[in-house]
Protein backbone atom coordinates (compact mmCIF):
# COMPACT_ATOMS: atom_id res chain seq x y z
CA UNK A 1 0.00 0.00 0.00
CA UNK A 2 2.96 2.37 1.00
CA UNK A 3 4.21 1.32 -2.26
CA UNK A 4 1.71 2.67 -4.36
CA UNK A 5 1.12 5.64 -2.91
CA UNK A 6 5.02 6.74 -3.30
CA UNK A 7 4.56 5.71 -6.94
CA UNK A 8 1.42 7.63 -7.95
CA UNK A 9 3.27 10.60 -6.98
CA UNK A 10 6.12 10.20 -9.61
CA UNK A 11 3.77 10.11 -12.90
CA UNK A 12 6.96 10.64 -15.29
CA UNK A 13 10.07 10.51 -14.51
CA UNK A 14 11.54 10.67 -18.46
CA UNK A 15 9.68 14.17 -19.54
CA UNK A 16 11.29 16.53 -17.11
CA UNK A 17 14.88 15.56 -17.99
CA UNK A 18 14.65 16.05 -21.74
CA UNK A 19 12.78 19.46 -21.64
CA UNK A 20 15.95 20.11 -18.89
CA UNK A 21 18.19 18.78 -21.82
CA UNK A 22 16.30 21.45 -24.35
CA UNK A 23 16.51 23.98 -21.70
CA UNK A 24 19.95 23.90 -21.03
CA UNK A 25 20.75 23.94 -24.49
CA UNK A 26 19.14 27.60 -24.61
CA UNK A 27 20.61 28.68 -22.17
CA UNK A 28 24.00 27.84 -24.09
CA UNK A 29 23.04 29.36 -27.42
CA UNK A 30 21.63 32.76 -25.60
CA UNK A 31 25.25 32.83 -23.74
CA UNK A 32 26.95 32.43 -27.12
CA UNK A 33 24.84 35.14 -28.83
CA UNK A 34 24.68 37.61 -25.75
CA UNK A 35 28.57 36.60 -24.81
CA UNK A 36 27.22 37.20 -20.71
CA UNK A 37 27.35 34.43 -18.62
CA UNK A 38 23.94 34.41 -16.67
CA UNK A 39 23.73 34.04 -12.72
CA UNK A 40 24.11 30.42 -12.53
CA UNK A 41 23.75 27.89 -9.53
CA UNK A 42 25.82 24.63 -8.54
CA UNK A 43 23.13 22.15 -6.62
CA UNK A 44 24.57 19.84 -3.90
CA UNK A 45 21.75 16.99 -3.18
CA UNK A 46 22.57 15.01 -0.63
CA UNK A 47 20.21 11.76 -1.83
CA UNK A 48 19.14 9.73 1.06
CA UNK A 49 16.37 7.36 2.63
CA UNK A 50 14.42 6.36 -0.24
CA UNK A 51 15.85 5.94 -3.90
CA UNK A 52 12.26 7.02 -5.14
CA UNK A 53 12.13 10.26 -2.99
CA UNK A 54 15.97 10.97 -4.02
CA UNK A 55 14.66 10.70 -7.84
CA UNK A 56 11.66 12.67 -7.27
CA UNK A 57 13.75 15.14 -5.81
CA UNK A 58 16.52 15.14 -8.50
CA UNK A 59 13.92 15.26 -11.35
CA UNK A 60 12.09 18.60 -9.83
CA UNK A 61 15.88 20.38 -10.37
CA UNK A 62 16.47 19.01 -13.82
CA UNK A 63 13.96 21.73 -15.39
CA UNK A 64 15.35 24.62 -13.22
CA UNK A 65 16.48 27.11 -15.44
CA UNK A 66 19.22 28.43 -12.96
CA UNK A 67 20.80 24.93 -12.45
CA UNK A 68 23.70 24.80 -14.07
CA UNK A 69 25.00 21.65 -12.31
CA UNK A 70 24.00 18.99 -9.82
CA UNK A 71 26.49 17.59 -7.48
CA UNK A 72 24.34 14.18 -6.40
CA UNK A 73 26.01 12.72 -3.17
CA UNK A 74 24.66 8.89 -3.30
CA UNK A 75 23.89 7.97 0.21
CA UNK A 76 21.69 5.77 -0.74
CA UNK A 77 23.62 3.15 -2.53
CA UNK A 78 21.42 1.27 -3.88
CA UNK A 79 21.01 -1.24 -7.28
CA UNK A 80 17.72 0.50 -8.12
CA UNK A 81 19.29 4.09 -7.46
CA UNK A 82 22.30 3.93 -9.41
CA UNK A 83 20.62 2.45 -12.51
CA UNK A 84 18.00 4.84 -12.83
CA UNK A 85 21.09 7.60 -12.19
CA UNK A 86 22.99 6.69 -14.77
CA UNK A 87 20.13 6.47 -17.36
CA UNK A 88 19.59 10.42 -16.15
CA UNK A 89 23.44 11.01 -16.45
CA UNK A 90 23.80 9.35 -20.14
CA UNK A 91 21.29 12.76 -21.26
CA UNK A 92 21.75 14.81 -18.78
CA UNK A 93 25.44 15.46 -18.37
CA UNK A 94 25.64 18.26 -16.21
CA UNK A 95 25.18 15.46 -13.07
CA UNK A 96 28.09 14.71 -11.07
CA UNK A 97 27.83 11.63 -9.18
CA UNK A 98 29.64 11.07 -5.21
CA UNK A 99 30.01 8.19 -3.70
CA UNK A 100 28.83 8.42 0.23
CA UNK A 101 27.79 5.88 2.16
CA UNK A 102 24.21 4.68 4.12
CA UNK A 103 23.95 6.70 7.15
CA UNK A 104 26.99 9.17 6.28
CA UNK A 105 26.15 12.46 8.68
CA UNK A 106 24.90 15.21 6.85
CA UNK A 107 28.40 17.37 7.38
CA UNK A 108 30.26 14.82 5.87
CA UNK A 109 27.80 14.47 2.88
CA UNK A 110 27.40 18.50 2.23
CA UNK A 111 31.68 18.88 2.20
CA UNK A 112 31.97 16.19 0.31
CA UNK A 113 29.48 18.13 -2.52
CA UNK A 114 30.61 21.83 -2.01
CA UNK A 115 34.33 20.98 -2.65
CA UNK A 116 33.02 20.15 -6.67
CA UNK A 117 31.01 23.28 -7.05
CA UNK A 118 31.71 25.60 -9.77
CA UNK A 119 29.35 28.30 -9.87
CA UNK A 120 29.00 31.38 -8.30
CA UNK A 121 26.23 30.18 -6.03
CA UNK A 122 25.53 27.22 -4.24
CA UNK A 123 22.38 25.51 -3.08
CA UNK A 124 22.31 22.71 -0.30
CA UNK A 125 19.45 20.42 -0.87
CA UNK A 126 18.75 17.07 0.35
CA UNK A 127 15.97 14.54 0.59
CA UNK A 128 13.15 14.00 0.37
CA UNK A 129 11.70 17.03 -1.09
CA UNK A 130 10.37 18.37 -4.58
CA UNK A 131 11.50 21.56 -5.37
CA UNK A 132 9.19 24.10 -6.46
CA UNK A 133 9.50 25.24 -9.71
CA UNK A 134 10.14 28.97 -8.54
CA UNK A 135 12.08 28.72 -5.53
CA UNK A 136 15.53 28.95 -6.61
CA UNK A 137 15.20 32.02 -8.83
CA UNK A 138 13.19 33.16 -5.94
CA UNK A 139 16.10 33.08 -3.49
CA UNK A 140 18.60 34.25 -5.53
CA UNK A 141 16.73 37.58 -6.48
CA UNK A 142 16.27 38.08 -2.45
CA UNK A 143 20.01 37.29 -1.91
CA UNK A 144 21.11 39.54 -5.25
CA UNK A 145 18.93 42.43 -3.85
CA UNK A 146 20.91 42.52 -0.53
CA UNK A 147 24.28 43.72 0.64
CA UNK A 148 26.93 40.81 0.84
CA UNK A 149 27.57 38.63 2.95
CA UNK A 150 24.07 37.11 2.50
CA UNK A 151 22.65 33.71 2.87
CA UNK A 152 18.97 32.56 1.75
CA UNK A 153 16.78 29.77 2.46
CA UNK A 154 13.87 28.30 4.77
CA UNK A 155 13.74 29.30 7.63
CA UNK A 156 14.89 27.07 10.84
CA UNK A 157 11.73 25.97 12.59
CA UNK A 158 13.13 25.90 15.99
CA UNK A 159 15.72 27.71 18.03
CA UNK A 160 19.88 28.04 17.46
CA UNK A 161 19.51 27.15 21.04
CA UNK A 162 16.94 24.41 21.08
CA UNK A 163 17.39 22.28 24.33
CA UNK A 164 18.65 24.54 26.79
CA UNK A 165 17.53 28.50 26.02
CA UNK A 166 20.88 29.66 26.82
CA UNK A 167 20.68 32.93 24.89
CA UNK A 168 17.95 35.38 23.89
CA UNK A 169 16.51 34.98 20.13
CA UNK A 170 17.36 38.18 18.02
CA UNK A 171 14.31 39.64 16.98
CA UNK A 172 13.05 39.11 13.36
CA UNK A 173 13.26 42.04 11.51
CA UNK A 174 11.15 43.26 8.49
CA UNK A 175 12.62 44.81 5.63
CA UNK A 176 9.73 45.95 3.02
CA UNK A 177 11.82 48.51 0.33
CA UNK A 178 10.90 45.52 -2.41
CA UNK A 179 8.88 42.83 -3.44
CA UNK A 180 11.84 40.73 -2.72
CA UNK A 181 12.58 41.47 0.80
CA UNK A 182 11.80 38.80 2.64
CA UNK A 183 13.12 39.01 6.70
CA UNK A 184 16.18 38.79 8.59
CA UNK A 185 15.86 34.92 10.74
CA UNK A 186 18.57 33.74 12.86
CA UNK A 187 18.72 30.34 11.61
CA UNK A 188 18.01 28.40 8.53
CA UNK A 189 16.71 24.66 7.57
CA UNK A 190 19.15 21.81 7.03
CA UNK A 191 17.39 21.04 3.55
CA UNK A 192 17.13 24.10 1.07
CA UNK A 193 19.52 27.42 1.57
CA UNK A 194 21.36 29.09 -0.91
CA UNK A 195 24.79 31.22 -0.65
CA UNK A 196 27.60 32.58 -2.95
CA UNK A 197 30.60 30.83 -2.92
CA UNK A 198 32.78 33.27 -1.96
CA UNK A 199 31.29 33.25 1.30
CA UNK A 200 30.75 29.61 1.40
CA UNK A 201 34.77 29.57 1.52
CA UNK A 202 35.22 32.01 4.12
CA UNK A 203 32.93 30.12 6.33
CA UNK A 204 34.75 27.00 6.14
CA UNK A 205 33.21 23.41 6.12
CA UNK A 206 30.76 21.78 7.62
CA UNK A 207 31.67 20.55 11.19
CA UNK A 208 31.50 16.83 11.05
CA UNK A 209 31.55 16.77 14.78
CA UNK A 210 27.94 18.16 14.81
CA UNK A 211 24.97 16.25 14.98
CA UNK A 212 22.56 16.53 11.35
CA UNK A 213 20.00 18.00 13.75
CA UNK A 214 22.70 20.94 15.15
CA UNK A 215 25.16 20.84 12.13
CA UNK A 216 23.92 23.73 10.00
CA UNK A 217 22.58 25.60 13.48
CA UNK A 218 26.35 25.67 14.01
CA UNK A 219 26.75 26.68 10.64
CA UNK A 220 24.18 29.72 11.00
CA UNK A 221 25.94 30.66 14.20
CA UNK A 222 29.60 30.68 12.59
CA UNK A 223 27.48 32.93 9.52
CA UNK A 224 26.59 35.29 12.18
CA UNK A 225 30.36 35.61 13.49
CA UNK A 226 31.41 36.45 9.61
CA UNK A 227 29.09 39.41 9.69
CA UNK A 228 26.50 37.18 7.13
CA UNK A 229 22.86 37.89 7.45
CA UNK A 230 20.09 35.29 6.87
CA UNK A 231 17.17 35.54 5.22
CA UNK A 232 13.87 33.67 3.93
CA UNK A 233 10.21 34.45 3.08
CA UNK A 234 7.59 33.74 4.83
CA UNK A 235 6.05 32.57 0.98
CA UNK A 236 8.71 29.56 0.86
CA UNK A 237 7.76 26.22 1.95
CA UNK A 238 9.55 23.12 3.01
CA UNK A 239 9.96 20.84 -0.53
CA UNK A 240 7.36 18.31 -0.61
CA UNK A 241 8.17 14.75 0.20
CA UNK A 242 6.18 11.81 -1.95
CA UNK A 243 6.54 9.63 0.98
CA UNK A 244 3.60 9.25 3.64
CA UNK A 245 3.80 11.41 6.88
CA UNK A 246 4.43 8.91 8.99
CA UNK A 247 7.35 6.69 7.33
CA UNK A 248 10.58 7.57 9.00
CA UNK A 249 13.99 6.30 8.88
CA UNK A 250 15.63 4.72 11.58
CA UNK A 251 17.29 6.63 14.31
CA UNK A 252 21.11 6.51 13.83
CA UNK A 253 21.97 7.58 17.28
CA UNK A 254 21.30 6.60 20.91
CA UNK A 255 20.74 8.66 23.68
CA UNK A 256 24.74 8.95 24.49
CA UNK A 257 26.06 9.69 21.26
CA UNK A 258 23.33 12.57 21.06
CA UNK A 259 24.62 13.76 23.87
CA UNK A 260 28.08 14.01 22.99
CA UNK A 261 27.29 15.86 19.69
CA UNK A 262 24.63 18.56 21.63
CA UNK A 263 27.40 18.95 24.28
CA UNK A 264 30.19 19.42 22.18
CA UNK A 265 27.52 22.17 20.39
CA UNK A 266 26.91 24.11 23.30
CA UNK A 267 30.51 23.93 24.70
CA UNK A 268 31.60 25.51 21.27
CA UNK A 269 28.99 28.39 20.89
CA UNK A 270 27.63 28.67 24.63
CA UNK A 271 30.75 28.20 26.89
CA UNK A 272 30.35 31.47 28.77
CA UNK A 273 26.59 30.26 30.07
CA UNK A 274 27.30 26.23 29.48
CA UNK A 275 27.68 25.11 33.14
CA UNK A 276 28.40 21.48 34.49
CA UNK A 277 24.83 21.29 35.58
CA UNK A 278 23.64 21.66 32.37
CA UNK A 279 24.78 18.27 31.13
CA UNK A 280 22.33 17.05 33.41
CA UNK A 281 19.79 19.44 32.06
CA UNK A 282 20.66 17.86 28.76
CA UNK A 283 20.58 14.45 29.02
CA UNK A 284 17.68 14.93 30.39
CA UNK A 285 15.69 16.85 27.99
CA UNK A 286 16.66 14.39 25.02
CA UNK A 287 15.44 11.45 26.88
CA UNK A 288 12.03 13.12 27.09
CA UNK A 289 12.38 13.79 23.53
CA UNK A 290 13.16 10.41 22.32
CA UNK A 291 9.87 9.19 24.80
CA UNK A 292 7.93 11.79 22.93
CA UNK A 293 9.43 10.38 19.51
CA UNK A 294 8.48 6.94 20.88
CA UNK A 295 5.00 7.61 21.29
CA UNK A 296 4.69 9.78 17.97
CA UNK A 297 5.25 6.64 16.39
CA UNK A 298 3.57 4.26 18.07
CA UNK A 299 0.21 6.90 17.55
CA UNK A 300 1.11 7.19 13.94
CA UNK A 301 1.67 3.23 13.28
CA UNK A 302 -1.65 2.74 14.71
CA UNK A 303 -3.13 5.39 11.98
CA UNK A 304 -1.47 3.96 9.19
CA UNK A 305 -2.86 0.13 10.36
CA UNK A 306 -6.11 1.40 10.85
CA UNK A 307 -5.75 3.45 7.21
CA UNK A 308 -4.61 0.07 5.86
CA UNK A 309 -7.49 -2.02 6.88
CA UNK A 310 -10.19 0.40 6.04
CA UNK A 311 -8.16 0.45 2.51
Known amino acids: MIFEVKLSHIVDLHAPWQQAIKKSASIKAHESETNQTLSRVSVVLVAKGSYLEALATLVSLLPQFLVREIIL ?102 IPHSSYSGRIVSALAANCFLLPSELLIAVGPFDEQCADENVILDFSLRLHALGADLY ?80
Not at 141 to 151: A, N, R, S, Y
Not at 289 to 305: D, F, H, N, Y
Request: aromatic content about 8%; glycine content about 6%; hydrophobic content about 35%.
Open 73 to 174: VDCIQSLEFEEKIHTITREYARITVISGRVGMPLACAYNLGRRQCASRYVLFLQTPGIVSKNVISEMLTLGLDKKEPWVVGLESKGSIDPLLNLIKQPDIQY
Open 232 to 311: SDKAWVSPKSVQPPWVKGPEHMNISQQLNKWDYYYRKHFSRQYKRYHIGLLALRLLIRRLLQISRKIVRAGRSKIQANKS
